[in-house]
């Protein structure tokens, strides 16, 4: 009995583990908030910084922290002083000039000390420059070298300034996708299967490949609305990711009326293999392919990169590819009940 169902037990087992770990390691220590976000250059600031479960030390020696304008040019700060263990003060001269001739340069805040290990805020201060004199600012904004951070030990996720702890969405919406996309080829298959021969078993195999397909895919359309409204600040924005996926979904749900307009189960199956087929065509275009097309507010759209460093790390990774196994196996499990129930109701109208 358990030979036969161990992939029941994995696929909970996988759920369990990615439900658990997911929602309770801790993310990393990270920048939450910065002020001012501007300033000029040639005149001293006072940088506030509000960490994220930071620690900072009340000893101002322990901490270190750098503005950093690009690969090679940083500038340290004056003086550092400790509000709270969440807040600190940093005090920068900032020269007159800068390193580059543009009239506003970026600078990311770097801010290292043992206990919270190393912090990095991209594009924390626009700094902007009335003097356009490259090679002072070259000589001045390379007063110091950024070595020997401190990294933290422990599994921790990683701390981005816009996502925060919604970055564990990751395991659920990114993850239902993706099993989505499994049970929507295994209908496929399915559905070629009885064009083949025929057999309406194949069929009732596609339809609940299909209905399932969609379960999961109105779920990862729920939990990605949801964390739009944390991250973009909508619900629903009519972002060029959120309208084909949603069009994806109607083309699908439009199955099961067409399966539904007609009595005769020969001519429901074969209709409905065909459309099957001819929307999952369509999944692959609308989803993957139209988003990259356009510009995009989600990731992987419009140049903006998916599953590389800035969206996860080989901490996500263990549990992020046993979440989608785990989908996938509970989705299976799910179309394998109904595909059973279907082939029942299918004998017993036949007595």
């Known amino acids: 009995m358990i030979k036969k169902h161990w992939w029941k037990a994995l696929g909970v087992v996988l759920l369990i583990y990615a439900f658990t770990v997911g929602l309770l390691v801790p993310l990393k220590p990270g920048i939450q908030q910065v002020s001012p976000r501007s300033a000029d250059a040639g005149t001293p600031i006072t940088v506030l910084v509000n960490g994220y479960n930071t620690s900072y030390p009340a000893d101002p020696t322990a901490i270190r922290a750098w503005l950093k304008v690009d690969s090679i040019h940083a500038l340290a700060a004056n003086s550092i002083r400790q509000t709270s263990r969440r807040a600190i003060e940093l005090d920068f001269v900032l020269p007159a000039s ?75 919406h990114v993850s239902l996708w993706f099993a989505m996309l499994f049970l929507f080829i295994a209908s496929v298959y399915y559905s070629i299967k009885h064009l083949r021969t025929r057999e309406l078993i194949y069929d009732h195999w596609a339809e609940s490949f299909t209905r399932i397909g969609v379960l999961f895919g109105i779920l990862g359309l729920t939990t990605g609305a949801v964390w739009a409204r944390f991250t973009w600040g909508a619900f629903w924005s009519w972002d060029i990711k959120q309208n084909m996926t949603a069009i994806a979904l109607l083309i699908y749900l439009a199955y099961f009326v067409l399966r539904n307009s007609f009595e005769d189960a020969e001519r429901q199956a074969r209709l409905g293999a065909s459309y099957n087929i001819f929307a999952f065509s369509l999944l692959i275009p609308l989803i993957y392919i139209i988003p990259r097309l356009s510009d995009s507010l989600h990731p992987g759209s419009g140049g903006n990169p998916a599953f590389g ?14 979440a989608i196994i785990g989908w996938t196996l509970l989705g299976y499990w799910l179309a394998n009940l109904s595909a059973r129930l279907l082939i029942l109701r299918e004998k017993y109208l036949s007595e």
Do not use: C
């Open 98 to 172: 800068l390193p580059s001739r543009a009239d506003v340069m970026p600078a990311s805040l770097i801010i290292d000390e043992a206990q919270s290990g190393v912090q990095v805020l991209p594009d924390a201060v626009f700094i902007r420059q009335q003097v356009l004199d490259p090679a002072a600012g070259n000589i001045a904004w390379s007063q110091t070298v950024i070595q020997d951070l401190h990294k933290t030990s422990g599994m921790n996720f990683p701390f981005r300034n816009i996502l925060k702890e919604t970055i564990r969405n990751t395991y659920f």
């Open 309 to 322: 460093s800035e969206d996860l790390d080989n901490t996500m990774r263990m549990v992020f590819y046993p």
